[in-house]
C-alpha cells in the first residue's frame, strides 16, 4: 500500500547535506494530570532555545491548547506586528485531556498565529500525533519566533531528551514526500516508523495565503504517514516565511496512563461508554466510520444549504450521484481504523487509496488521498460548481500536499469563477485560465499556478478580499457588487455552508473571533430546519453557549465531532434547544477533565474556562485592530439573494416572506423592488441579533468587552483591561 | 483456516463459577473473578448470554489501531500487551461484550481457549472445539 518510498540513497543524502545549528540536550519533564507547565521556546533567528515554566495562574486562566497559544502570541508579539514579521510567533499546543487513549478525538493540537489573510489572530484545530508526542516529550506547547536564514528542521527526540535545528537543504518541500523522508530518516527500522510526527507544509504555502500546516500520524496498516490539516487562515505561510521545511517529534511508549491522569478508571469507564455507543450507533446516525465527515453533503444539498457557485444556490441534481453516501463509500477505503490519533473509533480520517494522479507534477504516482472532508468536497467541488468526485480527490490531495487550505481554495476559487462569469475578470486577468463554474481543468491549473508562484494563482492565492480590492481598483470592478458576493469576513473565506435561512447561522458565521468558520457556532438545524430558537433572545443565547463550548475543545485538546456526530440514547428523550447540546456528552466530558487534572468543574465552570479565553480573543482582536461592528460584516451572500437569479431561484420563498414575515403583499411588484425589500428586512434583524449577541456576550453595541463583564468572568488582567479602556470611554 | 475456541452449551452451566475462578488464579493470580476472562452472568447480559466468553471471530483485529491484536497459528486471537496502548476500542466494538478490562489494569484481556476453565467445569458446559 506505501505510495511513496523513499530510497536509502535519498536519506543519505539528505543527511550529508544536514548542518546542525543547534543541539541540545535535556531531561523530559514528565506528564503530570495533563500537564508538564513546560513550554519550549525557539527563537529561528539566532538558534536560541529555551525551556520555560507556565505559570500558575496561565494555567489557571488559559487551560492549555488555543488558550496556550493565544497566552504566549500576545505576550510575544507587538500591537503593529504583521504576519511576516519576525515576531510573530507559531505556537503549538494540545491542551491538558490530549493525549489520553481511552476517548475518541482526543489528541488534537491548537495551533496560533497572526494570520496573513486576516491580519489578526488565527487558531487552527488539528489531528495527528504530534501534539500528544510533544507533550510526552516534555512540552505544553511549542513557540516558535524568528525567522531562519535558510530552510531548517527542527527535530526533538522526547525519549533521549535531545533537540535540534538543522539546516535541511536537499528535503522535498511537498508534505506527502516529505513527511514520508522525514520518517523513513528518524526511524530505526518499519516498527519504529509509529512513533514519528511531523509538521510540514508545501509550496504553495510560499505563494499564497492560504498555506496549512500538515500533521502527519503513521498508518500501520498502509504503511505511509497520514495527513491532518491546520488548515485555516493562513499559518503554513507564515511557516515556510520562518523557513521551516518540518518539525519533527519522536517519542515511543504512549499507553493509556502516559498522560498521567488522576482518575484513569474514570477515563475507561467513560472512553468505553463511547465506542460503545459508535459501535452500536454511528451505522445508523452519522456513518462516519464509512465516510467521515463527508456524509453531510448530500443531506446539505436535500435541505438547500450545499453551496453551489459560489453560494448562490444551496442544491444541486447531481449532489447525490457524485458525493452521497454510496458514491462515497466506492472510493473511500472500507473497514479500517481512520483515527488521527490512538482510542477514536469515531474514525472518521478516511482515505482513497492508490488513486493515480492526472495533473501536476506527480501526474501518474499513485497515491493515499487523505480526505476528503465535507469542507473540500463542497468547498472544491459544488461551490465551483463541479461535481466530479476525481477532480475532489486530485484537488483535495495536490491542496493537502502543496499546503493550501481547501475551504479557502475554494471560496476564493468560486468567487474567481464568479467574478469571471460577471465580466469583471476576463481572460487577460487571468492569464487564459477560463474560470468559468464547473470548468474544473481551470480550477486545477489554478492551484498549480499557486504552487508554481506563477500567474493567476499568486492573485488568486491572496484570498477573496485582496482579489476584490485588486479587482475595484485595477479593472473598475462594482465595489458594492464584489463586497456582496465575497465570501469573507475579517478576510478569512468562508466555510461552506450557505447561511441565507438561518439567521442565527448567519451570526454563527460573522459574529466570530477568527472570522467565518463553522468550528464556533453550527445552528442551521437547530434555527431553520427544527425551529427551536426562534427569538432574537434564543437565538443570541444559542450564540453564547454553543460558541463558548465550542471553544472548550480547543482549550483542551479535543475533537468537536465525538461530541455529538454519535447521540447517545438518553438524548432520545430530550427536547427543543436542549437536545442539540447533548447533555450526556457535555457531563462525558466535565467527567474527562475532572479525571485528567483532578479538578472539580462542572458544566457551568466549564463554559466560564472558554468565557475567559475567547474574551481574551477578543481583546486580542481589537488589540490588533478588529474593532466594532465592521470587524463583523456579513457579506449580502450569507444573508440574502444578492442576485436577480438567486432572488428567481427561490421566489416562492421569498415572495412567502415577505408576506408572512415583512407584512409587505409581494404581488405586483418587480423582482428588484422585492429584493430591495428582502434586504432592507434581513439586514435589520442581522444588525439585532449582532446587539443581542453582543449584549448576552457582555459587550457593548459595538463589540467591547465590559469592565465588568471582564471582571465577572475573571479575565480582568492589567494587559487586557489596557486595551479595551479606551474604546469604552468614548 | 484453523479454529480453536471455547464452545459453550448454557442451558448445562450451574453458575458454580469455578470456570472463572480458574481464570484468574492462572491468568492474574487473583481471586477476584473480575478477572477472569470467561464471565458467567446470573442474569443474562443485554446480547442475552449466560456465559459470555471470546468466540475468536477476530472483530477486535480490525479496529486495533496498532495491530496488537493478531490471530495465532491455532486460530486464536491474541493480544500483544507492548503494542497495546490501551485506548479499549475493541471493548465497546465485540460483538459479544467478551473482551474484558478490569480497574487494576489499563490493557484488556481476553480469552485465548486454553481450555483449563473446560477441566474444571464439572457439567461441561464449557470445551475446547478446534478445527482445521
Same mark, same amino acid.
Given at each position: 500500500?506505501?505510495?511513496?518510498?523513499?530510497?536509502?540513497?535519498?536519506?543519505?543524502?539528505?543527511?550529508?547535506?544536514?548542518?546542525?545549528?543547534?543541539?541540545?540536550?535535556?531531561?523530559?519533564?514528565?506528564?503530570?494530570?495533563?500537564?508538564?507547565?513546560?513550554?519550549?521556546?525557539?527563537?529561528?533567528?539566532?538558534?536560541?532555545?529555551?525551556?520555560?515554566?507556565?505559570?500558575?495562574?496561565?494555567?489557571?486562566?488559559?487551560?492549555?491548547?488555543?488558550?496556550?497559544?493565544?497566552?504566549?502570541?500576545?505576550?510575544?508579539?507587538?500591537?503593529?506586528?504583521?504576519?511576516?514579521?519576525?515576531?510573530?510567533?507559531?505556537?503549538?499546543?494540545?491542551?491538558?485531556?490530549?493525549?489520553?487513549?481511552?476517548?475518541?478525538?482526543?489528541?488534537?493540537?491548537?495551533?496560533?498565529?497572526?494570520?496573513?489573510?486576516?491580519?489578526?489572530?488565527?487558531?487552527?484545530?488539528?489531528?495527528?500525533?504530534?501534539?500528544?508526542?510533544?507533550?510526552?516529550?516534555?512540552?505544553?506547547?511549542?513557540?516558535?519566533?524568528?525567522?531562519?536564514?535558510?530552510?531548517?528542521?527542527?527535530?526533538?527526540?522526547?525519549?533521549?531528551?535531545?533537540?535540534?535545528?538543522?539546516?535541511?537543504?536537499?528535503?522535498?518541500?511537498?508534505?506527502?514526500?516529505?513527511?514520508?523522508?522525514?520518517?523513513?530518516?528518524?526511524?530505526?527500522?518499519?516498527?519504529?516508523?509509529?512513533?514519528?510526527?511531523?509538521?510540514?507544509?508545501?509550496?504553495?504555502?510560499?505563494?499564497?495565503?492560504?498555506?496549512?500546516?500538515?500533521?502527519?500520524?503513521?498508518?500501520?496498516?498502509?504503511?505511509?504517514?497520514?495527513?491532518?490539516?491546520?488548515?485555516?487562515?493562513?499559518?503554513?505561510?507564515?511557516?515556510?516565511?520562518?523557513?521551516?521545511?518540518?518539525?519533527?517529534?519522536?517519542?515511543?511508549?504512549?499507553?493509556?496512563?502516559?498522560?498521567?491522569?488522576?482518575?484513569?478508571?474514570?477515563?475507561?469507564?467513560?472512553?468505553?461508554?463511547?465506542?460503545?455507543?459508535?459501535?452500536?450507533?454511528?451505522?445508523?446516525?452519522?456513518?462516519?466510520?464509512?465516510?467521515?465527515?463527508?456524509?453531510?453533503?448530500?443531506?446539505?444539498?436535500?435541505?438547500?444549504?450545499?453551496?453551489?457557485?459560489?453560494?448562490?444556490?444551496?442544491?444541486?441534481?447531481?449532489?447525490?450521484?457524485?458525493?452521497?453516501?454510496?458514491?462515497?463509500?466506492?472510493?473511500?477505503?472500507?473497514?479500517?481504523?481512520?483515527?488521527?490519533?490512538? @482510542?477514536?473509533?469515531? #474514525?472518521?480520517?478516511? $482515505?482513497?487509496?492508490?488513486?493515480?494522479? &492526472?495533473? *501536476?507534477?506527480?501526474?501518474?504516482? !499513485?497515491?493515499?488521498?487523505?480526505?476528503?472532508?465535507?469542507?473540500?468536497?463542497?468547498?472544491?467541488?459544488?461551490?465551483?460548481?463541479?461535481?466530479?468526485?476525481?477532480?475532489?480527490?486530485?484537488?483535495?490531495?495536490?491542496?493537502?500536499?502543496?499546503?493550501?487550505?481547501?475551504?479557502?481554495?475554494?471560496?476564493?476559487?468560486?468567487?474567481?469563477?464568479?467574478?469571471?462569469?460577471?465580466?469583471?475578470?476576463?481572460?487577460?486577468?487571468?492569464?487564459?485560465?477560463?474560470?468559468?463554474?464547473?470548468?474544473?481543468?481551470?480550477?486545477?491549473?489554478?492551484?498549480?499556478?499557486?504552487?508554481?508562484?506563477?500567474?493567476?494563482?499568486?492573485?488568486?492565492?491572496?484570498?477573496?478580499?485582496?482579489?476584490?480590492?485588486?479587482?475595484?481598483?485595477?479593472?473598475?470592478?462594482?465595489?458594492?457588487?464584489?463586497?456582496?458576493?465575497?465570501?469573507?469576513?475579517? @478576510?478569512?473565506?468562508? #466555510?461552506?455552508?450557505? $447561511?441565507?435561512?438561518?439567521?442565527?447561522? &448567519?451570526? *454563527?458565521?460573522?459574529?466570530?473571533? !477568527?472570522?467565518?468558520?463553522?468550528?464556533?457556532?453550527?445552528?442551521?438545524?437547530?434555527?431553520?430546519?427544527?425551529?427551536?430558537?426562534?427569538?432574537?433572545?434564543?437565538?443570541?443565547?444559542?450564540?453564547?453557549?454553543?460558541?463558548?463550548?465550542?471553544?472548550?475543545?480547543?482549550?483542551?485538546?479535543?475533537?468537536?465531532?465525538?461530541?455529538?456526530?454519535?447521540?447517545?440514547?438518553?438524548?432520545?428523550?430530550?427536547?427543543?434547544?436542549?437536545?442539540?447540546?447533548?447533555?450526556?456528552?457535555?457531563?462525558?466530558?466535565?467527567?474527562?477533565?475532572?479525571?485528567?487534572?483532578?479538578?472539580?468543574?462542572?458544566?457551568?465552570?466549564?463554559?466560564?474556562?472558554?468565557?475567559?479565553?475567547?474574551?481574551?480573543?477578543?481583546?486580542?482582536?481589537?488589540?490588533?485592530?478588529?474593532?466594532?461592528?465592521?470587524?463583523?460584516?456579513?457579506?449580502?451572500?450569507?444573508?440574502?439573494?444578492?442576485?436577480?437569479?438567486?432572488?428567481?431561484?427561490?421566489?416562492?420563498?421569498?415572495?412567502?416572506?415577505?408576506?408572512?414575515?415583512?407584512?409587505?403583499?409581494?404581488?405586483?411588484?418587480?423582482?428588484?423592488?422585492?429584493?430591495?425589500?428582502?434586504?432592507?428586512?434581513?439586514?435589520?434583524?442581522?444588525?439585532?441579533?449582532?446587539?443581542?449577541?453582543?449584549?448576552?456576550?457582555?459587550?457593548?453595541?459595538?463589540?467591547?468587552?465590559?469592565?465588568?463583564?471582564?471582571?465577572?468572568?475573571?479575565?480582568?488582567?492589567?494587559?487586557?483591561?489596557?486595551?479595551?479602556?479606551?474604546?469604552?470611554?468614548? | 483456516?484453523?479454529?480453536?475456541?471455547?464452545?459453550?452449551?448454557?442451558?448445562?452451566?450451574?453458575?458454580?463459577?469455578?470456570?472463572?475462578?480458574?481464570?484468574?488464579?492462572?491468568?492474574?493470580?487473583?481471586?477476584?473473578?473480575?478477572?477472569?476472562?470467561?464471565?458467567?452472568?446470573?442474569?443474562?447480559?443485554?446480547?442475552?448470554?449466560?456465559?459470555?466468553?471470546?468466540?475468536?471471530?477476530?472483530?477486535?483485529?480490525?479496529?486495533?489501531?496498532?495491530?496488537?491484536?493478531?490471530?495465532?497459528?491455532?486460530?486464536?486471537?491474541?493480544?500483544?500487551?507492548?503494542?497495546?496502548?490501551?485506548?479499549?476500542?475493541?471493548?465497546?466494538?465485540?460483538?459479544?461484550?467478551?473482551?474484558?478490562?478490569?480497574?487494576?489494569?489499563?490493557?484488556?484481556?481476553?480469552?485465548?481457549?486454553?481450555?483449563?476453565?473446560?477441566?474444571?467445569?464439572?457439567?461441561?458446559?464449557?470445551?475446547?472445539?478446534?478445527?482445521?
Amino acid at each position: 500500500m506505501m505510495s511513496v518510498v523513499i530510497a536509502k540513497e535519498r536519506v543519505e543524502e539528505m543527511k550529508n547535506n544536514r548542518k546542525v545549528l543547534k543541539a541540545l540536550e535535556y531531561t523530559p519533564t514528565k506528564v503530570n494530570r495533563g500537564y508538564t507547565d513546560k513550554t519550549l521556546y525557539i527563537n529561528l533567528t539566532d538558534n536560541q532555545v529555551e525551556f520555560r515554566d507556565i505559570p500558575e495562574m496561565v494555567k489557571e486562566k488559559f487551560i492549555g491548547g488555543k488558550g496556550y497559544g493565544l497566552w504566549h502570541l500576545w505576550n510575544g508579539i507587538k500591537d503593529d506586528t504583521k504576519w511576516n514579521d519576525p515576531e510573530n510567533e507559531i505556537v503549538i499546543s494540545p491542551g491538558p485531556i490530549a493525549g489520553i487513549t481511552q476517548y475518541p478525538g482526543a489528541g488534537k493540537s491548537l495551533v496560533v498565529s497572526i494570520s496573513p489573510i486576516t491580519g489578526t489572530v488565527i487558531d487552527s484545530n488539528v489531528g495527528g500525533h504530534f501534539g500528544p508526542l510533544m507533550k510526552f516529550s516534555g512540552f505544553d506547547a511549542l513557540e516558535i519566533q524568528g525567522k531562519a536564514e535558510k530552510d531548517v528542521v527542527v527535530f526533538i527526540d522526547g525519549n533521549k531528551g535531545t533537540i535540534s535545528i538543522e539546516e535541511a537543504p536537499v528535503e522535498t518541500i511537498d508534505s506527502h514526500i516529505l513527511a514520508e523522508e522525514l520518517t523513513e530518516m528518524y526511524a530505526d527500522d518499519e516498527e519504529d516508523k509509529r512513533h514519528i510526527s511531523v509538521v510540514s507544509s508545501g509550496q504553495a504555502a510560499e505563494h499564497s495565503y492560504i498555506g496549512l500546516l500538515n500533521f502527519s500520524f503513521y498508518d500501520k496498516r498502509k504503511k505511509a504517514q497520514r495527513l491532518k490539516q491546520a488548515g485555516r487562515g493562513g499559518i503554513g505561510t507564515v511557516f515556510r516565511d520562518k523557513k521551516i521545511k518540518a518539525l519533527i517529534v519522536k517519542y515511543k511508549g504512549v499507553k493509556g496512563d502516559s498522560n498521567h491522569p488522576a482518575d484513569v478508571e474514570k477515563i475507561k469507564q467513560v472512553g468505553m461508554k463511547l465506542h460503545k455507543e459508535v459501535h452500536d450507533f454511528d451505522d445508523e446516525q452519522c456513518q462516519m466510520r464509512q465516510v467521515g465527515t463527508a456524509n453531510l453533503f448530500e443531506t446539505m444539498s436535500d435541505y438547500d444549504l450545499l453551496p453551489v457557485n459560489n453560494f448562490q444556490y444551496g442544491s444541486h441534481k447531481d449532489a447525490a450521484a457524485t458525493g452521497g453516501r454510496a458514491a462515497l463509500k466506492k472510493v473511500l477505503q472500507q473497514n479500517e481504523p481512520d483515527g488521527c490519533w490512538f @482510542g477514536c473509533s469515531m #474514525s472518521c480520517a478516511k $482515505s482513497a487509496v492508490e488513486y493515480e494522479l &492526472q495533473t *501536476g507534477p506527480y501526474k501518474g504516482q !499513485k497515491v493515499v488521498v487523505d480526505g476528503p472532508e465535507y469542507e473540500t468536497i463542497a468547498g472544491v467541488g459544488s461551490n465551483c460548481g463541479i461535481f466530479d468526485i476525481d477532480y475532489v480527490l486530485e484537488c483535495n490531495f495536490y491542496c493537502d500536499t502543496y499546503g493550501v487550505d481547501t475551504i479557502s481554495f475554494g471560496t476564493l476559487t468560486a468567487f474567481a469563477m464568479e467574478c469571471y462569469e460577471r465580466g469583471v475578470i476576463d481572460k487577460e486577468v487571468t492569464g487564459g485560465l477560463e474560470m468559468t463554474f464547473g470548468n474544473k481543468d481551470a480550477a486545477m491549473e489554478l492551484l498549480h499556478q499557486m504552487a508554481r508562484g506563477e500567474g493567476f494563482g499568486v492573485v488568486a492565492g491572496k484570498g477573496v478580499r485582496a482579489m476584490r480590492e485588486l479587482f475595484v481598483k485595477e479593472y473598475g470592478a462594482d465595489e458594492n457588487l464584489l463586497l456582496d458576493i465575497g465570501m469573507e469576513s475579517k @478576510g478569512l473565506e468562508y #466555510s461552506q455552508y450557505v $447561511s441565507k435561512e438561518s439567521l442565527a447561522q &448567519q451570526g *454563527g458565521y460573522a459574529l466570530t473571533n !477568527k472570522g467565518p468558520q463553522h468550528d464556533e457556532a453550527w445552528l442551521i438545524f437547530m434555527d431553520m430546519v427544527n425551529n427551536q430558537i426562534p427569538t432574537f433572545d434564543d437565538k443570541a443565547e444559542a450564540l453564547h453557549y454553543f460558541p463558548m463550548f465550542r471553544t472548550w475543545f480547543g482549550l483542551q485538546g479535543l475533537c468537536k465531532l465525538p461530541w455529538n456526530d454519535v447521540e447517545p440514547i438518553s438524548n432520545r428523550d430530550i427536547e427543543g434547544p436542549e437536545a442539540a447540546k447533548v447533555p450526556e456528552h457535555v457531563q462525558n466530558y466535565v467527567d474527562l477533565y475532572n479525571a485528567v487534572t483532578g479538578n472539580n468543574i462542572d458544566k457551568q465552570e466549564m463554559i466560564l474556562q472558554s468565557e475567559r479565553v475567547y474574551n481574551f480573543q477578543k481583546v486580542f482582536n481589537i488589540r490588533l485592530g478588529v474593532v466594532g461592528i465592521e470587524g463583523d460584516r456579513a457579506p449580502y451572500r450569507s444573508v440574502g439573494p444578492v442576485t436577480k437569479e438567486e432572488y428567481l431561484s427561490r421566489e416562492d420563498r421569498y415572495d412567502k416572506q415577505m408576506k408572512e414575515k415583512i407584512g409587505v403583499d409581494p404581488e405586483g411588484k418587480s423582482v428588484e423592488e422585492k429584493m430591495a425589500i428582502t434586504r432592507e428586512f434581513r439586514e435589520s434583524q442581522f444588525a439585532q441579533l449582532r446587539d443581542t449577541v453582543y449584549k448576552r456576550r457582555g459587550w457593548t453595541v459595538e463589540g467591547i468587552p465590559t469592565l465588568e463583564h471582564l471582571q465577572n468572568i475573571g479575565m480582568d488582567l492589567p494587559e487586557v483591561m489596557e486595551v479595551v479602556k479606551p474604546y469604552l470611554s468614548k | 483456516m484453523n479454529m480453536k475456541k471455547l464452545e459453550k452449551y448454557e442451558e448445562k452451566c450451574i453458575e458454580c463459577h469455578a470456570c472463572e475462578d480458574v481464570c484468574a488464579k492462572t491468568y492474574f493470580k487473583s481471586e477476584d473473578r473480575g478477572k477472569s476472562r470467561i464471565v458467567i452472568n446470573e442474569e443474562l447480559d443485554e446480547k442475552g448470554q449466560k456465559i459470555n466468553v471470546c468466540n475468536q471471530c477476530g472483530e477486535c483485529m480490525e479496529v486495533c489501531p496498532e495491530l496488537a491484536l493478531t490471530r495465532d497459528k491455532k486460530g486464536v486471537v491474541r493480544l500483544d500487551k507492548d503494542k497495546c496502548v490501551e485506548c479499549l476500542i475493541c471493548v465497546g466494538f465485540c460483538p459479544y461484550l467478551s473482551m474484558r478490562v478490569h480497574k487494576d489494569l489499563l490493557e484488556p484481556f481476553k480469552c485465548i481457549a486454553c481450555g483449563l476453565c473446560a477441566k474444571e467445569c464439572p457439567t461441561e458446559a464449557i470445551e475446547i472445539v478446534e478445527t482445521v
